[in-house]
């Protein structure tokens, strides 16, 4: 008995240890799980799932349930300046009711986020033409029957430059549209290669040409990144920002609490003498950016 006791104690530890270390997944609001930034396959959820595939030029939103056509609408993407990025993506997060946290605490009802720089699904005002900061806007009924039809494990968001005016345009079009391969935060170990013929040294090259051009002299001037919802969501967009700007690297960060209604926000900010031109590359870049000062 004293031996059965010690065993089942055993496996009621090990069963705990097995519990506590496994993460449990995020929740969005709503509900729904979080899932990776990888949205799944385009040939799988045309099976089972939800296909999403929206024309910048025809301003068109074309989607499948299951394989078949459900609906389509017209849209308004990004205007210029702050184009709608075309890719594959994912659904990050839905909200009901949600705000945005970069442009005047502006509604977003029944947000389907797709990035973590902004860009998003919604309800919003349709005028006709592209007209948004980068988000798909999508008439009210029309973004809450989407957003009822949608779970993030099975739904996958095709944005294309490309004129569609038909589902089986769509269709066609979302499954020959490569999906990006994940990104990788560390270095991918070498594996060891045959002998090859010997590859002759590079030609030194001087440091000169290496150095960054000279920064502007004059007084500070500050931009604005993001409005994140925490400190470590701050951090890590300008982690994100600074991969695809190094020029970044020279500013000084800021992250700055502020309270828009009744909801905490951390403004992520950046100063030097010539941010305001930054900022004016990084727009056209389709960074969300602003001068503040």
Known sequence: ????????????????????ASPEPAIAEGGDPLVATQPPAVADVMQSGVLIVVSKASQRMFVFKDGQPWQTSPVSTGRRGHSTPAGVFPILQKAVRHRSNLYSNAPMP?????TWRGVAIHAG????YPASHGCIRLPLAFARALYGLTRASTTTVVI??????????AGTLALNTPVPQPAVPFRTPVRPQLAQAPVPAPVPVPASVYAPPPRAVGPTQTIQLAAAVSPAEADAHWASLITQHPALGDFEKQVVPAIVGSRRFYRLRASAPDAFAFCSSLRRAGEDCFNVG
């Open 1 to 20: 008995m004293i031996r059965l006791a010690c065993a089942l104690g055993a496996s009621m530890l090990l069963l705990m240890a097995i519990i506590l």
């Open 125 to 128: 005002h349709l005028p006709g």
């Open 110 to 114: 029944y947000m389907q986020r797709l």
């Open 160 to 169: 294309t430059n490309e004129p569609v005016f038909s589902h089986m345009d």
